[in-house]
């Protein structure tokens, strides 16, 4: 009798199994989001040190276009202005993003409306080599022909915003394309059969119908895509020139905040005020990742209420 108790109110293997694997998925979802907790503050103690602890003031440091940590100015105070890397970053994230949205929404139409079993064939293993190509390649690409191009039709060196964009352009291209596909095969099926039940042609339906129901997929694609954009720092680096200047046109020289911490964070000592500045632009870079996934989370919220 005790023996039949025991093994109906004991643990079966499934039981323990299940309990094991809630276990191990319950350590690693905490350890992951331990990891990004230890990041984050990493990145903000040491950034904010600027501030707090070598008392560079915050409206400078993001309004001043001087950048030389290692120098005092007339006033008195560090060198220590960011705005030209951030206008740089901008500028490349955003004139890339609008470079290439136009391709994007184009190959992916070709592949989910006009033609999808000929543009898979073909755009698929484009696109797929193109995300498969390192960093260092799109940036030796447009060293050697980019630069060169943009030097011969504009004048000047060859570097800055506009060599910049042209690269990271065929980066993102192939992000926003590959998302919006997936967005607009995720259209229900009757919103095309509706339009065309009404008279209306393929393109009318494509423009009228599909477009605007896969309105929250694209600006999801696109933010992406800006996001690789503003963290890239490679390829950007070898074609940008590294100016630390506000750049007055798109030929000019300039840098953005991944090209100068790249270059910038081995030749400073830890705890200094050159070290304490790219570490609060380090810090920028990363409120600016936050930044970009709040706002995928409320397209994506927007998007599910439309439905």
Not at 122 to 133: A, K
Not at 177 to 190: A, I
Not at 194 to 219: C, D, E, F, N
Not at 279 to 295: D, H, P, R
Request: with cysteine; charged share 10%; proline share 5%.
């Amino acid at each position: 009798m005790d023996k039949i108790k025991r093994q109906l109110t004991s643990s079966s293997k499934a039981t323990r199994q299940d309990r094991i694997g809630k276990l191990v998925a319950f350590l690693c979802t905490f350890l992951i989001g331990l990891l990004v907790v230890s990041i984050f503050y990493m990145v903000a103690s040491r950034g904010l040190a600027t501030f707090f602890k070598d008392h560079v003031s915050l409206w400078d440091f993001l309004s001043h276009q001087n950048w030389n940590p290692s120098q005092v100015g007339k006033d008195g105070t560090p060198e220590v202005g960011a705005l030209p890397m951030i206008v740089g970053s901008f500028s490349v994230t955003v004139l890339s993003a609008i470079l290439a949205t136009p391709f994007a929404v184009s190959m992916a139409l070709f592949m989910t409306e006009i033609a999808p079993k000929r543009g898979q064939k073909v755009l698929q293993p484009v696109i797929e080599l193109l995300v498969g190509i390192p960093s260092v390649v799109y940036g030796f690409v447009g060293l050697t022909i980019v630069v060169p191009v943009v030097r011969a039709l504009g004048g000047g060196t060859g570097f800055g915003i506009l060599s910049g964009t042209l690269v990271l352009f065929v980066m993102v291209l192939p992000t926003i394309t590959s998302m919006y596909v997936d967005s607009l095969r995720s259209v229900p099926g009757f919103y095309r059969e509706a339009a065309l039940a009404l008279g209306a042609t393929r393109w009318q339906s494509i423009y009228k119908v599909i477009l605007r129901a896969s309105v929250p997929g694209l600006l999801t694609a696109i933010i992406f895509g800006m996001a690789r954009a503003f963290g890239e720092a490679l390829a950007v680096q070898m074609v940008i020139g590294n100016a630390s200047l506000l750049p007055h046109n798109l030929i000019s020289p300039a840098s953005t905040l991944t090209s100068v911490l790249t270059t910038g964070i081995g030749n400073t000592v830890m705890g200094t005020l050159p070290n304490n500045a790219l570490w609060s632009l380090a810090l920028i870079l990363l409120l600016m990742s936050l930044a970009f996934n709040l706002l995928l989370r409320v397209i994506g919220s927007k998007g599910r209420l439309t439905k």
